[in-house]
Structure formats: structure tokens, C-alpha cells
């Protein structure tokens, strides 16, 4: 239902109040009647650290940027204040660790030889699993700097590109 409301009101309240200028106020928790509004036409209360509700104008740099017609995925982590991402703890952390330890393994000297090239291929299969593609393109980039060959982030390229090359197929 949610994902009609707006549309359904636009077309009954024209019907009920004809000739008359109206404002409807709706306040909602869901990102599908979100997204069928317009930014600058939307009102955001912000809960500060200290329990108050603040409102944010128009210039704040904590007011959300996208709405109308917005991936539901981006208004709940823009629009609805997610500070601590869309993905579950688990994948969260793995991602997290293979970050830190590519950070970690930049310079030759600061690598451990003896563990190096077995870790180096856990975090090969960690990126290879990830579902989202730009995370997984950017970390296979990251990996590939390691190394002396960009073998790894041609082959995530590659699937991604055989990946999007089928989607397109099935639409023809």
C-alpha cells in the first residue's frame, strides 16, 4: 500500500477539494512514500546526540540530498539517518579486516613472508564473494596493488562485465 499512497492521493484529493488550494502533511518512516516526493518539499527532524529533535533546513549539511525516485537503498541511508550502513555485522566486519589488512600489507617491509601470500588469498575469496559490485571492483583494485599483476581485478572486471552483458542479453 505504501508504494501508492502518494500516487493514490494525487488522484482522489482533486476530486474531494475541487477549485480549493490544499496542503497535505504526511509524516512516514518508509523510504517508498519518500521516494515519491520531492526533496525541497520534504521537512527532516534530526535527534540530536542530547535527545532533542532538531529541525534541518534547507542549506544543512546533515539534510538529506536525493528522494524523488531514489533507490530505496539510498533514502534509508541517506534519508532515514543510517549511520552504520545497509549491510549485516558480519559481512561489515569481513570487508572491514580485508581493508585493514591490504592497508596494513602497502609497504613490502611492514608484510609478513610466511603468511603473506595464504592471507592474500583468503582476501581474494572474501572480494570475490561480495555482492555489490563497486565494493567488490574497489577492493579487487586495492588487492591488485599488492601485487605485480592486475590479474585479480581484471578477473572481477571481467565477471562483472559477462554479469551485466547477460542482463542486457535478456532484455533484447
Known amino acids: 500500500m505504501e508504494k501508492r499512497y502518494i500516487n493514490?492521493?494525487?488522484?482522489?484529493?482533486?476530486?474531494?477539494?475541487?477549485?480549493?488550494?490544499?496542503?497535505?502533511?504526511?509524516?512516514?518512516?518508509?523510504?517508498?512514500?519518500?521516494?515519491?516526493?520531492?526533496?525541497?518539499?520534504?521537512?527532516?527532524?534530526?535527534?540530536t546526540t542530547d535527545g532533542k529533535t532538531e529541525l534541518l533546513d534547507q542549506i544543512s549539511k546533515q539534510r538529506p540530498t536525493k528522494t524523488f525516485g531514489a533507490n530505496i537503498s539510498d533514502l534509508l541511508a541517506d534519508s532515514f539517518f543510517v549511520n552504520d550502513g545497509l549491510i549485516g555485522d558480519f559481512a561489515k566486519?569481513?570487508?572491514?579486516?580485508?581493508?585493514?589488512w591490504i592497508n596494513n600489507?602497502?609497504?613490502?617491509?611492514?608484510?609478513?613472508?610466511?603468511?603473506?601470500?595464504r592471507?592474500?588469498?583468503?582476501?581474494?575469496?572474501?572480494?570475490?564473494?561480495?555482492?555489490?559490485?563497486?565494493?567488490?571492483?574497489?577492493?579487487?583494485?586495492?588487492?591488485?596493488?599488492?601485487e605485480d599483476s592486475n590479474d585479480f581485478q581484471r578477473q572481477i572486471l571481467n565477471d562483472e562485465i559477462r554479469f551485466l552483458t547477460e542482463k542486457r542479453d535478456k532484455l533484447q
Do not use: A, C, W
Request: no cysteine; charged share 30%.
Open 105 to 117: 600489507n602497502i609497504e613490502l617491509k611492514s608484510r609478513n613472508r610466511d603468511s603473506f601470500s
Open 8 to 47: 493514490i492521493i494525487q488522484q482522489v484529493i482533486p476530486f474531494i477539494f475541487k477549485g480549493k488550494n490544499i496542503q497535505i502533511i504526511i509524516t512516514t518512516h518508509d523510504p517508498l512514500t519518500l521516494s515519491d516526493i520531492p526533496n525541497n518539499n520534504i521537512v527532516y527532524l534530526y535527534k
Open 93 to 100: 566486519e569481513k570487508i572491514e579486516k580485508t581493508i585493514e
Open 119 to 146: 592471507e592474500l588469498e583468503y582476501h581474494k575469496k572474501v572480494i570475490s564473494i561480495i555482492d555489490e559490485p563497486v565494493v567488490k571492483i574497489k577492493l579487487s583494485e586495492m588487492i591488485s596493488e599488492l
